[in-house]
């Protein structure tokens, strides 16, 4: 059975690691993957806050929105997804407006624009199928990287088998061991194997 993964403070190891996820949520029961450790908490999913963002490349600059976990701390300097119409963009943060006055790191609920900048990375968008359930993957890799039909990869950390790829023309390629580099790519779909 494969079973999901979570990552939380482990009181027997004293640091942050991959718990295995035994009972779902809410009320969940998670073995540590380091030491074993077995326990009982209570799991809630985070509430997802749609913030502005200005996203800046040389002297043109674009609204769009960039997702963010209510609680995570954001710091001038991080890197995270934007989503200006139909398109992501990897960008970098260059400023957090809260209330029109600057700051140079707040909380997700407490930002009201994102200033960004693009930076030169693409974003893999992938699907992961595992059963009925899609899980949405995201990650900032070369625009060079190449990705082929029915080979295994690995995006955000998950490995999967690719079983087709959508390029920014609109076609769809689904032939075994057809390639496309990652900047022609809008989404790639996957199985778990």
Known sequence: MDND?????????GEETDFEILKDPPEAVVKCTVCGHVM??????PRVLTVKAVVSYGNDSHTGSIDLVEGDMITVGDYLVAEVGEDSFSVEVTSIEENNARRQKLPAEKI???????VDQVIIRASLNKGAVTIPLYENVDGNKVYTIDHITSVAGRQFRIT???LRKGNVITRKDKTAEAHEIKRIYGERS
């Open 5 to 13: 993964m979570i990552l939380l403070d482990c009181p027997v190891c």
């Open 112 to 118: 009201d624009v994102l200033w960004t900048r693009l």
């Open 40 to 45: 009982r908490v209570t799991l809630k999913e």
């Open 164 to 166: 087709r790829i959508k």
